[in-house]
């Protein structure tokens, strides 16, 4: 398959709880740093190599402040984490403070 110019690449999901999620699930959301392409792509587990583990479909969701837990309560279900702290935890690890930032919904496709 070959990809055109605004196709999604592949997306990485580094986090194990949030791996676990998507494998049990279907789906996942994560939080982003900033905007990236959506629409049908495929998921690894690391940033450097790491091969092709399913298709999946991206979607946007909404931009947040991740320091109000509020606005990653909503989708705490989907996100891996048990508790909204513990997800903030992960996004300041990840990026070295609560920032603003872009939720997605990644769900595994069928095709």
Do not use: C
């Amino acid at each position: 398959m070959s990809l055109g110019k605004n196709s999604p690449g592949p997306v990485v999901i580094p986090h194990e709880e949030q791996k676990q999620q998507l494998r049990g699930m279907g789906s996942v959301v994560v939080f982003r740093l900033s905007q990236r392409t959506t629409g049908h792509t495929w998921w690894k587990e690391s940033y450097v190599g790491g091969k092709k583990q399913a298709d999946v479909v991206i979607q946007e969701l909404e931009e947040v402040d991740a320091a109000d837990s509020s606005s990653l309560r909503s989708y705490l279900s989907e996100s891996g984490y048990v508790t909204v702290r513990e997800w903030q935890r992960a996004i300041e690890d990840q990026m070295g403070k609560l920032v603003t930032g872009v939720l997605y919904r990644i769900e595994l496709s069928n095709h």
